[in-house]
């Protein structure tokens, strides 16, 4: 089963600190605009009023539903054993924005939209944690 | 209001796909005089060049072509709409009188000896940093994932198959057939889509462009001068581009719209025509499910049914919308929007051959750049607009 563990590792920047640094906690927010919209974590602009001045949001309650996802299969390691595929998803958070990362502890076969989700947090080797998810 | 008259008087192609030793800027000097002559133009009467390439040209080409007291030199950049794009602009500056005859060139050079096609883009790619490393370091890394991703949302929500998006290229593959310029011309079977292997599930190698090495270059001059001049005109009747913007939120269309519509319905709305009076589609297709999506968004099948369309036979050299007649970039060459515009002036011309479609007196080109996010039509004829 797909732990998470084929997930490669992400650095940060000095804008994304905040974004970061909540992971660490298991806190996952995103983007606030001076109206209170929220955006997706990368946005500079608020995809609902164009603000842009934006914030970090108050933690989020880390529920989401799949929209939609790709399989990448791996190619057989040097032992013969074939790794767990990568498993990419955008997933609408029910919070309203999109975060696009990958899903945990799930079977491709059993993926469809519309699938309930939870947040989980990884930490690669020399990596930030960052927010995944699995079947809530 | 009135809108100018302009066409495509020149076309230039070099040879594509594994031609090693050579620099993009060779290959766009090559294509360049080869529009020229193709013309009836000396190089010395092209006054402008708009060039465009994933990576392998750059201001240098002036240089390279020798060239003297340019009107009009830019490099231009939308990716898959950028060929679409680069004949607009040309086509307003030959109309303002700013030059007389512009050359729009697409070069690119990607294809080292002993490097598989898949690598030939990945390796220019630095490691991201911030939140959007995120998605690459699960799996998203460059266009084949990013346009699986597109492709699944269109899946679920209309419930478009593989099978849908390999019906496109056992077409396409039946049109490259027929093109002696097309890198693939070995006719392919549905059951062949089928058991190509994962690129990105949903897609497999068979819904996958091709990469090539090589040049194509078409020169713009106005309706007028160009009648005069050594190849039949193909008139630009409209033209249009579209750049959506979709947001990644709740309610949001990713992977379920394209620039097409808009783009569509500016360059149709310019030409009075519609999309029942286009008879070759030349469609983007960087994957076959940008063909799917791009059909609905023209309004050539309804919305969410350009996998059924597909699979009718409609596209094939038998089907009612003769569509990507040279193979397309799934199976011709990869010269980004310069590979659909190609074909088009071919086929409006009446110049392909054992492919030629009998009814070409509109022929629709579509450019489609980033993942579905930017966008250029352009509406040819060998007939110019009354």
């Known amino acids: ?136 | 209001m009135t809108l100018p008259h302009f066409a495509i008087a020149g076309l230039g192609v070099t040879e594509m796909g594994r031609i090693y030793g050579r620099s993009a800027t060779s290959f766009a000097v090559e294509a360049i005089n080869l529009a020229a002559i193709n013309a009836g133009l000396t190089m010395n009467q092209v006054d402008g060049v708009l060039f465009n390439s994933n990576g392998g040209l750059n201001m240098g080409l002036q240089r390279a072509l020798g060239a003297r007291d340019l009107r009009l030199y830019a490099e231009l950049q939308g990716y898959g709409s950028s060929a679409g794009s680069m004949i607009q602009y040309a086509g307003m500056a030959v109309a303002s009188g700013m030059a007389t005859a512009v050359a729009c060139v697409y070069s690119d050079a990607p294809l080292t000896e002993g490097v598989g096609a898949g690598a030939a883009y990945a390796a220019k790619r630095p490691r991201a940093a911030g939140i959007n490393a995120i998605a690459i370091a699960c799996g998203l890394a460059g266009a084949n994932p990013r346009y699986a991703l597109a492709a699944r949302r269109h899946m679920e929500t209309y419930g478009t198959t593989s099978e849908q998006f390999g019906a496109v290229a056992v077409q396409q593959r039946a049109w490259a057939a027929m093109n002696p310029a097309a890198q693939m011309r070995e006719p392919i079977t549905l059951a062949d889509h089928q058991a190509s292997r994962w690129i990105a599930d949903p897609l497999r190698l068979l819904d996958c462009c091709l990469v090539s090495n090589g040049a194509v270059a078409v020169i713009v001059t106005t309706a007028e001068r160009a009648r005069d001049l050594a190849q039949p005109p193909v008139h630009v009747l409209g033209w249009g581009q579209a750049h959506p913007g979709v947001t990644m939120e709740r309610g949001g269309r990713f992977g379920l719209v394209s620039g097409a519509v808009g783009s569509g319905a500016t360059a149709f709305g310019m030409a009075g025509i519609t999309a029942a009076d286009v008879k070759v589609a030349e469609i983007y297709d960087c994957y076959t499910f940008t063909v799917v999506i791009s059909l609905e968004d023209y309004g050539f099948c309804a919305k969410g049914e350009g996998g059924a369309f597909a699979a009718s036979g409609a596209l094939g050299p038998n089907g009612t919308l003769p569509t990507n007649t040279g193979g397309g970039q799934l199976s011709s060459y990869y010269m980004w929007g310069m590979t659909p515009l190609a074909e088009a002036v071919i086929q409006a011309r009446g110049q392909g051959g054992e492919r030629q479609v009998a009814d070409h007196d509109v022929v629709l080109v579509s450019g489609n750049g980033g993942i579905l996010d930017f966008h250029s039509t352009l509406l040819l004829s060998p007939e110019e607009r009354s």
């Open chain 1, 1 to 136: 089963m797909n732990d998470g563990t084929q997930y490669g590792p992400v650095d940060r920047d000095a804008a994304t600190a905040t974004f970061f640094d909540a992971a660490a906690r298991k806190e996952l927010v995103v983007r606030a605009c001076r109206a209170g919209h929220l955006s997706p974590p990368e946005a500079l602009s608020c995809t609902t009023c164009r603000d842009d001045v934006l914030t970090w949001s108050a933690p989020l309650s880390g529920d989401a539903t799949l929209m939609t996802w790709i399989v990448v299969h791996a190619r057989p390691g040097a032992d013969g054993a074939t790794p767990p595929p990568r498993i990419a998803a955008a997933v609408e958070l029910a919070e309203g924005p999109w975060v696009t990362t990958g899903l945990v502890h799930v079977e491709p076969s059993t993926l469809h939209a519309g699938l309930p989700l939870r947040v989980h947090f990884i930490r690669p080797a020399d990596s930030e944690a960052y927010p995944v998810f699995g079947p809530a």
